[in-house]
């Protein structure tokens, strides 16, 4: 079926396939630079560059991290929030050969310790704030060099000032110490202009780790092709030109803002909005004074937004359009928030779109033409997807579930050092081909529009059949009096798992008994019997990842540990 591509017919002005240059990350940006010298790159709280300056910037830090030692192979650990030292320093370590990878700045010293040596990193780059965690894991992990940046390194003004008044007032003095580089310094130079080495486009450029929600996370290699022709793609497929603009609030450890909110749109010549964190009020103040054509994000920042005053009053005119994934849409979210941007003048959908990290971010994405309830969309130009019968390498027919497979050039190289669990998930076909296994379960319509049900190991067994937590989630939500929800799985002797929902009420004064049994009473009007919650906890809020997915795992633990406690846990 897959062979036949039938989601080519609703590709419109997009073409089948792209023709992506043989070169680095860095090369595909001053390839940008080239076209587009004086268009704005990115925006930081009013701190503007162009892609002229850009490319100043990104081959000065070149020349500094060389001028450390740095060179073809070495490894730097980005630990930043979403700012220009993180990106400038990422296409410069690109430059040299070296590898970027990429952790979330609020890292325990326990998982900076555990990243440093996974990626042996000699070098790495993160915040003032964070320095006691690197220099009390330093000499345990290959660490030789430490470079630390301000935020005030890129605000201007008031801004400035205000933070040093602030937040920067909080941040212990960094003490003298060897380790240590500055990056103001550094980028004052002056340095030898480093030499630029021979690098193939399949070598490995970036290290992005798996969520780790159970177990260790998995060190995720991507090259440089994986990055640039995901960012093609994307940018093909958005249409992007120096007269977009894309709202960068996602964090550049994660696959989707780095590959998305920055690759894509440099890989377009779009500008970058850098947004380092996320709440509400900030991002609704930075779409209405900046007006981004694109905004990119998780549901939870969709629902939040719907939900901001300040939204709710801006000209939202300026959308063009706005996708939604890493996580299942909620349809009250989608439609909250579809309603808002239409009494504010804007008429762009929110669509839902399908990828993971093992291939970049993004691989599939709803047309703007052509919404359907509940589809994840078509895959990009050059991907392959299908749906493959689980623990099989048969393909299955239309409307069956399965797993869902991924073949192109934003597939992953494999897991660091992990050969076990590449070979698991990167599996030769009968047609030749190697395919990602995703893991995660959902169907293929007729016209090749894919369907997303659940994560396989989040699917629920419930007296042998199957339940999947994000269908159940979306009835509740359906619910007028539900803010949102949460379904998990838990052990039980008779059912294998018993169904169980978490709930946040719009008026917490109406949770109890009666609240409880009209929810499951309504779960029962839509749902067959086996899917419908047999219990319900009311909860103030949900746990979060730190991407702002529901933290499903935290509340499976927490019904385990209870379990255990009553001596009611027949698990190991």
Request: charged residues 25%; contains cysteine.
């Amino acid at each position: 079926m897959y062979e036949k591509k039938p989601w080519l017919k609703f590709y419109g002005l997009i073409p089948e396939s792209i023709s992506y240059p043989r070169v680095t990350m860095y090369e595909a940006v001053m390839k940008t630079v080239e076209r587009c010298p004086e268009a704005t790159a990115y925006d930081f709280f009013g701190y503007s560059s162009t892609y002229r300056q850009f490319s100043h910037d990104i081959d000065r830090c070149a020349d500094a991290l060389a001028s450390l030692g740095m060179k073809k192979g070495d490894r730097i650990t980005i630990s930043m929030p979403t700012t220009p030292q993180g990106i400038i320093c990422f296409y410069a370590a690109n430059k040299l050969g070296a590898v970027a990878a990429m952790i979330h700045p609020l890292s325990t010293a326990k998982e900076i310790d555990f990243y440093l040596n996974s990626s042996r990193s000699r070098f790495a780059l993160t915040l003032d704030a964070f320095y006691g965690k690197f220099r009390e894991v330093k000499d345990r992990t290959p660490l030789e060099t430490l470079i630390l940046t301000r935020i005030p390194d890129y605000l201007k003004g008031i801004k400035k000032i205000g933070f040093n008044l602030t937040k920067g007032r909080k941040i212990p003095k960094v003490p003298k110490d060897p380790l240590v580089r500055w990056w103001g310094e550094l980028m004052k130079g002056p340095h030898p202009k480093a030499a630029k080495p021979r690098i193939d486009t399949d070598e490995m450029a970036v290290i992005l780790y798996s969520g780790g929600t159970t177990g260790i996370p998995k060190g995720i290699m991507l090259s440089n092709m994986n990055f640039i022709s995901e960012g093609m793609q994307v940018s093909v497929i958005g249409g992007l030109s120096e007269k977009d603009t894309i709202l960068a609030i996602l964090p550049i450890f994660h696959g989707f803002g780095l590959g998305v909110c920055v690759n894509a749109c440099f890989m377009g010549g779009a500008r970058s909005l850098l947004v380092p964190q996320f709440t509400p009020d900030t991002v609704a103040k930075v779409i209405k004074k900046r007006r981004p054509t694109f905004v990119i994000g998780v549901p939870t920042l969709f629902d939040a937004l719907g939900r901001n005053p300040g939204f709710q009053k801006t000209d939202l005119s300026c959308l063009r359009a706005t996708f939604s994934g890493a996580d299942t849409l909620p349809r009250t979210v989608k439609e909250r928030f579809e309603e808002v941007v239409k009494k504010q003048g804007g008429t762009c959908q929110l669509l839902e779109g399908y990828g993971l990290t093992e291939a970049v971010t993004a691989i599939m994405v709803t047309p703007l033409d052509q919404y359907r309830e509940g589809s994840i969309g078509v895959p990009f130009p050059d991907m392959l997807a299908k749906i493959v019968r689980t623990e099989t390498l048969e393909e299955a027919d239309a409307g069956e579930e399965g797993e869902i497979c991924i073949h192109g050039p934003a597939v992953m190289l494999g897991y660091l050092d992990n050969p076990e669990e590449t070979a698991e998930t990167l599996k030769k076909h009968p047609d030749g081909r190697v395919w990602l296994h995703t893991g995660d379960i959902g169907t293929m319509d007729e016209d090749g529009f894919f369907y997303f049900k659940v994560r396989q190991k989040r699917m629920i067994k419930s007296s042998g059949m199957n339940v999947y937590p994000a269908q159940v989630e979306d009835i509740l939500c359906l619910h007028p009096e539900v803010e949102g929800a949460c379904i998990i799985g838990v052990p039980d002797e008779s059912q294998v798992q018993r169904v169980k929902g978490f709930v946040v009420l719009k008026d917490p004064g109406k949770a109890g008994p009666e609240m409880e049994n009209a929810l499951i009473d309504h779960c029962r009007e839509h749902l067959i019997k086996w899917s419908c919650p047999r219990e319900i906890e009311f909860r103030k809020t949900l746990p979060k990842t730190i991407v702002g997915k529901i933290a499903y795992k935290v509340l499976e633990e927490e019904e385990i540990a209870n379990l255990k406690s009553s001596g009611q846990y027949a698990g190991e």
